[in-house]
């Protein structure tokens, strides 16, 4: 599996941002995309994830209100929505994948995008 993500760039403090996150390739019903971040000088953190047959997603605490992942199953496509950001949300955001169950800790996906770049000025 491939995963190509888009939909980073430079906003304003309460403003809002879609990331997406293509995959090519197989993809099974127990496929796992999620996303994850990381700040300068800071280790990586997961953001969310969602499984891809039943829609349950899994989303860090801090950001629930005001992230949401969805996927678009005809378009093999992921997406963060991202709105109300705040400038402690400035970050690489990758996107990630997996098959089985959803893990919070990125040593267990095996697929990687490239990442996008998220600055949230103030």
């Known amino acids: 599996v491939q995963l190509q993500a888009s939909g980073g760039g430079l906003v304003q403090a309460w403003g809002y941002l879609r990331l997406s996150c293509a995959a090519f390739g197989r993809i099974f019903n127990n496929y796992v995309p999620g996303w994850f971040r990381q700040a300068p000088g800071k280790e990586r953190e997961f953001v969310a994830a969602i499984t891809w047959s039943t829609g349950v997603t899994n989303t860090l605490d801090s950001v629930k209100d005001r992230f949401t992942i969805s996927r678009d199953n005809a378009k093999n496509t992921v997406y963060l929505q991202m709105n109300s950001l705040k400038p402690e949300d400035t970050a690489v955001y990758y996107c990630?994948?997996?098959?089985?169950?959803?893990?919070?800790?990125?040593?267990?996906?095996?697929?990687w995008g490239q990442g996008t770049q998220v600055t949230v000025s103030s």
């Open positions: 990630a994948a997996r098959f089985g169950a959803v893990y919070r800790s990125g040593k267990y996906y095996p697929y």
